[in-house]
C-alpha cells in the first residue's frame, strides 16, 4: 500500500460522481418514449434515483470500504451473495468497455461521413482500451484531473443541446403536439389498450442513474469521507437530474418523435435539432465534428471514473478466493492492476470478435450493431449485481448506526421497506424487459442471443461460486486436522 496517498476534495468528488453518472448517449434514446416519458422521469427519480442515492451514502459511510458493494452484501448475506455480486459488476464491465470502443468508431465515421476500412476500426478501438486500461492503473484522486474535465465538457455538451432544444420551443413552438392527457401515461397505447413493451423504458432510465456506489469506494482518497461522499452523492445527485431532465425535455420538445429511435444518438439530436433552428450545413458540420470530438473525450473520462471502483470491488472479492488470486495485487499506490490487465484484455478480445463477426457475417441481425450487442448484455449483469444492494439495505440498516457522524437514513420500518423495495421492484421490471421487451414468443426469439448469453454468464458464475465454497470447505477441513 503507499505510504501518502493524494487526497481530493468535495468539489473533485462531486465532478467524478457526475462523471461517472451522467451518461450523455442515453438522453436521446429516453427522449423516444414520447411525452410519457415526463411521467417517466418522475416516476424514476422519486422510485429509484432518490432512495438509491441515500442508500449509497448511508452504506458508503456505514461501512467504509474500498469494498464497496462486495462489503456490504458480504455484511448482509454473507460471502456467496457477495461473490455474485462480484461476478455481474465484473462481467459487465468488459462489455461495456467493448461495446463503447465500438460507439467511437461508429460515432467517428458518422462525424467524417465515411467508412472505415475493418484494420482502421480495430486499431482505433484497441488503442481506446489500451488507453483507459493505462488511466486504470491510477487512484481516482490521482485521475482527478480526467473526471472533472469529463464532468465539465459533459455540462457543456448537454447544456448545448438544452439551450438548442428550448430556441426550437420557443421560436416554432413544440414539435409534438399534445392530443390529450392521455399522451403523458406510461404503458397507454393508441387504441386505449396497455403497452405492455412500454416498460422496456425502464431499464433505460435506470442506466442513466447507476454509479453512485462507487462513490463508496473512494472512502481512502478523501480528507473527511464520512462527509464527503453523502455530500458528494446528493450534491452530484441534483446535478445529474438537472443534466438528464432539461435535454431530454428539450429533445422532446425540439424533435419529433417520429425522428427519435433507440438508436439515435446524441450526434442525431444535435443534427435534427440544429436543422429545425435553421443552421446552415456548414455550421451543422462544423458543431457535429466539435461535439463529437468532445463527446469521445466523455468516453475516456467516464471508464476512468469508473475503473478504481470497480477494481477495488473485485480485488476485495478476489482475496476471499472469488476470483484468481494475481487480481488482488496492487502497484505501489495501493490500484488493483492485475484486474485493470485482465479486465482490457478480456474487452479486446471482445472488441476484436465483433469487429471480425460484423464483417464477415454482415446479414447477421445480432452483430450488425455490435454496441447494442455488448451494451445488452452488459445491462443484463449490471441490473443483476445491484438487486441485492438494495435488499442489503433493508437488513443492515435494521441493525442501526455502525459509525459515529457517519449518514444515516432517518426512517421507520415502514419507510425503510419501501426505500428498498420500491428499487428492488422496478430494477426486477428493468431486467425482465430488457430480456424479453414485448410479452409474446415472437419477441422472446428475437432476443434469443441476449437470453442465452446472459444464461451462459449466470452458469459461469454459479460455477465459480460452487469451486469457491468448495475450496473454503476444504481449506477448513484441513485447519481441524
Same mark, same amino acid.
Given at each position: 500500500?503507499?505510504? *501518502?496517498?493524494?487526497?481530493?476534495?468535495?468539489?473533485?468528488?462531486?465532478?467524478?460522481?457526475?462523471?461517472?453518472?451522467?451518461?450523455?448517449?442515453?438522453?436521446?434514446?429516453?427522449?423516444?418514449?414520447?411525452?410519457?416519458?415526463?411521467?417517466?422521469?418522475?416516476?424514476?427519480?422519486?422510485?429509484?434515483?432518490?432512495?438509491?442515492?441515500?442508500?449509497?451514502?448511508?452504506?458508503?459511510?456505514?461501512?467504509?470500504?474500498?469494498?464497496?458493494?462486495?462489503?456490504?452484501?458480504? *455484511?448482509?448475506?454473507?460471502?456467496?451473495?457477495?461473490?455474485?455480486?462480484?461476478?455481474? $459488476?465484473?462481467?459487465? $464491465?468488459?462489455?461495456?468497455?467493448?461495446?463503447?470502443?465500438?460507439?467511437?468508431?461508429?460515432?467517428?465515421?458518422? !462525424?467524417?461521413?465515411?467508412?472505415?476500412?475493418?484494420?482502421?476500426?480495430?486499431?482505433?478501438?484497441? %488503442?481506446?482500451?489500451?488507453?483507459?486500461?493505462?488511466?486504470? !492503473?491510477?487512484?481516482?484522486?490521482?485521475?482527478?484531473?480526467?473526471?472533472?474535465?469529463?464532468?465539465?465538457? *459533459?455540462?457543456?455538451?448537454?447544456?448545448?443541446?438544452?439551450?438548442?432544444?428550448?430556441?426550437?420551443?420557443?421560436?416554432?413552438?413544440?414539435?409534438?403536439?399534445?392530443?390529450?392527457?392521455?399522451?403523458?401515461?406510461?404503458?397507454?397505447?393508441?387504441?386505449?389498450?396497455?403497452?405492455?413493451?412500454?416498460?422496456?423504458?425502464?431499464?433505460?432510465?435506470?442506466?442513466?442513474?447507476?454509479?453512485?456506489?462507487?462513490?463508496?469506494?473512494? %472512502?481512502?482518497?478523501?480528507?473527511?469521507?464520512?462527509?464527503?461522499?453523502?455530500?458528494?452523492?446528493?450534491?452530484?445527485?441534483?446535478?445529474?437530474?438537472?443534466? $438528464?431532465?432539461?435535454?431530454?425535455?428539450?429533445?422532446?420538445?425540439?424533435?419529433?418523435?417520429?425522428?427519435?429511435?433507440?438508436?439515435?444518438?446524441?450526434?442525431?439530436? $444535435?443534427?435534427?435539432?440544429?436543422?429545425?433552428?435553421?443552421?446552415?450545413?456548414?455550421?451543422? *458540420?462544423?458543431i457535429i465534428l466539435t461535439v463529437g470530438t468532445a463527446f469521445i473525450l466523455t468516453l475516456i473520462s467516464n471508464i476512468s471514473s469508473w475503473n478504481f471502483g470497480v477494481y477495488s470491488v473485485i480485488a476485495y472479492a478476489a482475496e476471499d478466493g472469488m476470483f484468481p488470486k494475481s487480481w488482488k495485487k496492487r502497484n505501489k499506490d495501493g490500484v488493483p492492476y492485475m484486474v485493470g490487465i485482465w479486465t482490457g484484455i478480456i474487452a479486446t478480445i471482445l472488441a476484436v470478435a465483433g469487429i471480425i463477426l460484423a464483417y464477415c457475417f454482415p446479414e447477421w441481425e445480432a452483430g450488425s450493431n455490435m454496441f447494442w450487442a455488448f451494451f445488452d448484455l452488459s445491462l443484463v449483469c449490471l441490473l443483476l449485481s445491484y438487486i441485492p444492494m438494495f435488499a442489503a439495505f433493508i437488513k443492515l440498516h435494521k441493525n442501526g448506526p455502525q459509525v459515529k457522524n457517519g449518514y444515516w437514513i432517518k426512517v421507520d420500518p415502514v419507510m425503510r421497506w419501501i426505500m428498498g423495495v420500491v428499487p428492488l421492484v422496478l430494477l426486477g421490471i428493468s431486467l425482465f424487459f430488457t430480456l424479453i421487451p414485448e410479452l409474446s414468443l415472437e419477441a422472446i426469439a428475437d432476443n434469443s442471443t441476449l437470453l442465452i448469453s446472459s444464461a451462459v454468464c449466470v452458469v459461469i458464475g454459479e460455477v465459480m461460486i460452487c469451486n469457491m465454497v468448495r475450496k473454503d470447505r476444504q481449506k477448513k477441513i484441513a485447519r481441524k486436522h
Amino acid at each position: 500500500m503507499p505510504q *501518502k496517498k493524494r487526497k481530493f476534495r468535495l468539489f473533485s468528488a462531486v465532478l467524478a460522481t457526475v462523471c461517472i453518472i451522467l451518461v450523455g448517449d442515453a438522453v436521446a434514446p429516453t427522449a423516444s418514449i414520447g411525452n410519457s416519458m415526463y411521467v417517466w422521469w418522475a416516476i424514476m427519480l422519486i422510485g429509484f434515483f432518490v432512495p438509491y442515492a441515500l442508500i449509497s451514502a448511508e452504506l458508503g459511510t456505514q461501512y467504509p470500504s474500498e469494498g464497496g458493494m462486495y462489503t456490504w452484501i458480504k *455484511k448482509a448475506f454473507g460471502k456467496k451473495w457477495a461473490s455474485r455480486v462480484a461476478w455481474f $459488476y465484473w462481467v459487465n $464491465y468488459p462489455l461495456w468497455i467493448a461495446s463503447l470502443a465500438d460507439l467511437i468508431t461508429t460515432m467517428l465515421m458518422q !462525424m467524417l461521413g465515411i467508412e472505415m476500412e475493418i484494420w482502421m476500426v480495430l486499431l482505433i478501438q484497441v %488503442v481506446y482500451i489500451v488507453l483507459v486500461t493505462i488511466l486504470g !492503473m491510477l487512484r481516482i484522486s490521482q485521475s482527478a484531473w480526467v473526471s472533472n474535465f469529463g464532468a465539465i465538457v *459533459k455540462f457543456l455538451i448537454l447544456g448545448g443541446i438544452s439551450v438548442l432544444g428550448f430556441y426550437v420551443f420557443f421560436t416554432q413552438g413544440t414539435m409534438n403536439p399534445i392530443e390529450s392527457w392521455h399522451d403523458f401515461i406510461p404503458l397507454a397505447s393508441a387504441d386505449g389498450g396497455i403497452d405492455w413493451a412500454g416498460l422496456s423504458f425502464v431499464s433505460l432510465i435506470i442506466f442513466n442513474m447507476l454509479g453512485f456506489e462507487v462513490v463508496g469506494t473512494f %472512502v481512502d482518497d478523501m480528507d473527511k469521507p464520512k462527509k464527503q461522499i453523502p455530500q458528494a452523492i446528493i450534491v452530484g445527485g441534483i446535478l445529474i437530474a438537472i443534466f $438528464y431532465i432539461l435535454p431530454s425535455f428539450a429533445i422532446g420538445v425540439g424533435t419529433a418523435f417520429s425522428d427519435i429511435s433507440t438508436d439515435t444518438g446524441l450526434l442525431d439530436s $444535435y443534427e435534427i435539432l440544429m436543422a429545425n433552428a435553421g443552421f446552415s450545413a456548414t455550421m451543422i *458540420k462544423t458543431i457535429i465534428l466539435t461535439v463529437g470530438t468532445a463527446f469521445i473525450l466523455t468516453l475516456i473520462s467516464n471508464i476512468s471514473s469508473w475503473n478504481f471502483g470497480v477494481y477495488s470491488v473485485i480485488a476485495y472479492a478476489a482475496e476471499d478466493g472469488m476470483f484468481p488470486k494475481s487480481w488482488k495485487k496492487r502497484n505501489k499506490d495501493g490500484v488493483p492492476y492485475m484486474v485493470g490487465i485482465w479486465t482490457g484484455i478480456i474487452a479486446t478480445i471482445l472488441a476484436v470478435a465483433g469487429i471480425i463477426l460484423a464483417y464477415c457475417f454482415p446479414e447477421w441481425e445480432a452483430g450488425s450493431n455490435m454496441f447494442w450487442a455488448f451494451f445488452d448484455l452488459s445491462l443484463v449483469c449490471l441490473l443483476l449485481s445491484y438487486i441485492p444492494m438494495f435488499a442489503a439495505f433493508i437488513k443492515l440498516h435494521k441493525n442501526g448506526p455502525q459509525v459515529k457522524n457517519g449518514y444515516w437514513i432517518k426512517v421507520d420500518p415502514v419507510m425503510r421497506w419501501i426505500m428498498g423495495v420500491v428499487p428492488l421492484v422496478l430494477l426486477g421490471i428493468s431486467l425482465f424487459f430488457t430480456l424479453i421487451p414485448e410479452l409474446s414468443l415472437e419477441a422472446i426469439a428475437d432476443n434469443s442471443t441476449l437470453l442465452i448469453s446472459s444464461a451462459v454468464c449466470v452458469v459461469i458464475g454459479e460455477v465459480m461460486i460452487c469451486n469457491m465454497v468448495r475450496k473454503d470447505r476444504q481449506k477448513k477441513i484441513a485447519r481441524k486436522h
